[in-house]
Nanobody
Framework: QVQLVESGGGSVQAGGSLRLSCAAS?????MAWFRQAPGKEREGVAS????????RYADSVKGRFAISHDNDKNTMYLQMNDLKPEDTAMYSC???????????????????WGQGTQVTVSS
């Protein structure tokens, strides 16, 4: 069973930056970041197909966030720049169990989840 452990959350002011990490116990070629704000549904933020470093982003974070993966460390990252108060949420990393050739931001594709790390952005 793959285990995912996030780190790097915290509190920052608007315009600031944070870098989230997600360490996986086993490699998976499709991983993603999701977030859930209080009272809202969980939404996809970014995904990465690690075999080819292909990425997808939600429109709300394009140009501000960057997802990456270190294959040697089995660790995924989310660099978040120009943070806004609306980015405040619990951020969770997720992985697909089975290998494939694409990687979406469909929550139904991801059965493996970390415990989450809180990101709070103040105005």
């Amino acid at each position: 069973q793959v285990q995912l452990v996030e780190s790097g959350g915290g509190s920052v002011q608007a315009g600031g930056s944070l870098r989230l990490s997600c360490a996986a116990s086993l490699s998976r070629n499709c991983m993603a970041w999701f977030r859930q704000a209080p009272g809202k549904e969980r939404e996809g933020v970014a995904s990465i197909y690690t075999d080819a470093s292909r990425t997808r982003y939600a429109d709300s974070v394009k140009g501000r966030f960057a997802i990456s993966h270190d294959n040697d460390k089995n660790t995924m990252y989310l660099q978040m720049n120009d943070l806004k108060p609306e980015d405040t949420a619990m951020y969770s990393c997720a992985a697909r169990e089975t290998p494939g050739e694409t990687c979406t931001l469909d929550i139904n594709d991801f059965p493996i989840w970390g415990q989450g790390t809180q990101v709070t952005v103040s105005s």
